[in-house]
């Protein structure tokens, strides 16, 4: 990367060296011990600190652009994909090691758009920016919404869907027609996830909040009557609900809009470009809506219009 020299002058005020050397010039030794010796000598330290002060500051700066990383995932044969390993129809692990899921396919995807191998590694909730800011991951795909905060730390690609929060609730819950309907009732939040502060923001919405390790624990509380609802994105939901094969469903509450991306380390947007075309081509010949119908048929969730999301733009 360009380095940005700096470059100064020391400044001679009256009554200092340099003026002394003048005024005094008549009687100075002439064979440059008097003071005009002791001007070169100062000019020489000048001299000897621009060259100090440049080399402290390539050398501050070419760790920075050491950080920014200038390798892109374009250059890799086979791509380290961080997924989850415990969400049914999104990303799921199977007793064999091998993983499923709309995620996973996705992934499987566009790295064959890019002519590359993929390797999965399982990525919790709470591990999926660490796992991209350490190196550990080329790419995360695992329910990963684009948000502000997370933008300061990794960039994406995409999105490559749009989902909604929603609420599921028991089959029985007749009574329930749409987010209102549960106000003061119980919903379980899984750590580290934010969709009950999205549920309270509904303005005259409360809740009682019971916490839970992942969605397993959730739906365990769930049909032991613990909890009335559960409440985050519609596609996890939805991968709930056909797991169980029945005795729950969607609300439809379509509380918030929620963009999907894949994460990618900053710095690189070549590859950010490359991974925007294939998304771009996975709508286009019809895979991410037979991805979606593959995964979520059955669910209750609204498969009836699958639309390419705007993406975010590649810096």
Same mark, same amino acid.
């Given at each position: 990367?360009?380095?940005?020299?700096?470059?100064?002058?020391?400044?001679?005020?009256?009554?200092?060296?340099?003026?002394?050397?003048?005024?005094?010039?008549?009687?100075?030794?002439?064979?440059?011990?008097?003071?005009?010796?002791?001007?070169?000598?100062?000019?020489?330290?000048?001299?000897?600190?621009?060259?100090?002060?440049?080399?402290?500051?390539?050398?501050?700066?070419?760790?920075?652009?050491?950080?920014?990383?200038?390798?892109?995932?374009?250059?890799?044969?086979?791509?380290?994909?961080?997924?989850?390993?415990?969400?049914?129809?999104?990303? #799921?692990?199977?007793?064999? *090691?091998?993983?499923? *899921?709309?995620?996973?396919?996705?992934?499987?995807?566009?790295?064959?758009?890019?002519?590359?191998?993929?390797?999965?590694?399982?990525?919790?909730?709470?591990?999926?920016?660490?796992?991209?800011?350490? *190196?550990?991951?080329?790419?995360?795909?695992?329910? #990963?919404?684009?948000?502000?905060?997370?933008?300061?730390?990794?960039?994406?690609?995409?999105?490559?869907?749009?989902? =909604?929060?929603?609420?599921?609730?028991?089959?029985?819950?007749?009574?329930?027609?749409?987010?209102?309907? #549960?106000?003061?009732?119980?919903?379980?939040?899984?750590?580290?996830?934010?969709?009950?502060?999205?549920?309270?923001?509904?303005?005259?919405?409360?809740?009682?909040?019971?916490?839970?390790?992942?969605?397993?624990?959730?739906?365990?509380?769930?049909?032991?009557?613990?909890?009335?609802?559960?409440?985050?994105?519609?596609?996890?939901?939805?991968?709930?609900?056909?797991?169980?094969?029945?005795?729950?469903?969607?609300? =439809?509450?379509?509380?918030?809009?929620? =963009?999907?991306?894949?994460?990618?380390?900053?710095?690189?947007?070549?590859?950010?470009?490359?991974?925007?075309?294939?998304?771009?081509?996975?709508?286009?010949?019809?895979?991410?809506?037979?991805?979606?119908?593959?995964?979520?048929?059955?669910?209750?969730?609204?498969?009836?219009?699958?639309?390419?999301?705007?993406?975010?733009?590649?810096?």
């Amino acid at each position: 990367m360009p380095v940005q020299r700096s470059y100064f002058t020391p400044s001679i005020r009256a009554g200092g060296p340099a003026s002394r050397a003048k005024r005094a010039a008549p009687g100075a030794d002439r064979r440059g011990h008097g003071v005009y010796g002791y001007a070169v000598k100062d000019s020489v330290k000048w001299s000897a600190l621009r060259i100090l002060a440049a080399v402290v500051l390539v050398g501050g700066l070419l760790p920075a652009c050491g950080q920014r990383g200038d390798a892109s995932l374009l250059d890799k044969e086979t791509l380290v994909v961080g997924v989850r390993a415990d969400l049914p129809g999104l990303g #799921l692990r199977r007793p064999d *090691g091998r993983f499923e *899921g709309f995620d996973i396919d996705v992934a499987r995807y566009v790295a064959d758009r890019l002519g590359k191998k993929v390797r999965f590694v399982p990525a919790l909730a709470s591990e999926r920016i660490t796992i991209l800011t350490s *190196g550990r991951a080329d790419m995360v795909l695992a329910t #990963l919404s684009v948000t502000p905060e997370r933008k300061t730390q990794i960039a994406y690609a995409g999105p490559y869907y749009m989902s =909604n929060q929603d609420v599921l609730v028991r089959s029985d819950e007749r009574g329930v027609k749409g987010v209102r309907d #549960l106000k003061g009732r119980r919903f379980c939040a899984v750590e580290g996830a934010d969709p009950t502060k999205r549920l309270l923001a509904i303005n005259g919405m409360t809740a009682r909040i019971v916490p839970a390790k992942d969605y397993d624990a959730c739906m365990a509380m769930i049909k032991d009557r613990q909890v009335d609802a559960i409440t985050t994105n519609d596609v996890i939901l939805a991968g709930l609900i056909r797991r169980e094969g029945g005795g729950f469903r969607l609300v =439809n509450a379509r509380i918030s809009e929620q =963009n999907t991306g894949i994460g990618i380390q900053q710095g690189d947007p070549d590859g950010c470009e490359a991974l925007n075309r294939a998304i771009t081509r996975m709508y286009q010949d019809g895979t991410a809506a037979k991805l979606m119908h593959k995964w979520f048929d059955g669910s209750g969730m609204d498969l009836s219009i699958i639309e390419i999301p705007q993406f975010e733009g590649c810096v």
